[in-house]
């Protein structure tokens, strides 16, 4: 069974908003979002961590809202003023040492969810 599952992305237009789901089976005290893109590197977006401190990478600063449901096991990206270049497939990503956008921090990966922004 899959330890990270998620729920959301899609197809929007630029200027548009998603909401991505990460729901876990258990706690876990960092989670993050990340994205790749087709010849691309795995890029960090946000974590949070269990004193809902967030950081953000420049790419999505002041676009992107990450937070989290402790009562869901739940953590949600929230998408806005999306553009062209947010084109890629965004995972969520748990674990349980350092909290950061490095993706050796994390133990637990979600499936992956595609989000497209067309113009």
């Known amino acids: 069974e899959e330890r990270l599952v998620q729920s959301g992305g899609g197809s929007v237009q630029t200027g548009g908003s998603l909401r991505l789901s990460c729901t876990a089976r258990?706690?876990?005290?960092?989670v993050a979002w990340f994205r790749q893109a087709p010849g691309k590197e795995r890029e960090g977006l946000a974590r949070?961590?269990?004193?809902?401190?967030?950081y953000y990478a420049d790419s999505v600063k002041g676009r992107f809202t990450i937070s989290r449901d402790d009562a869901k096991n739940t953590v949600y990206l929230h998408m806005t003023r999306l553009k062209p270049e947010d084109t890629a497939m965004y995972y969520c990503?748990?674990?349980?040492?350092?909290?950061?956008?490095?993706?050796?921090?994390?133990?637990?990966w979600g499936q992956g969810t595609q989000v497209t922004v067309s113009s």
């Open positions: 990503a748990a674990g349980t040492s350092a909290c950061g956008l490095d993706r050796r921090f994390y133990e637990y």
């Open positions: 949070i961590n269990d004193d809902d401190d967030a």
């Open positions: 258990g706690y876990y005290w960092c």
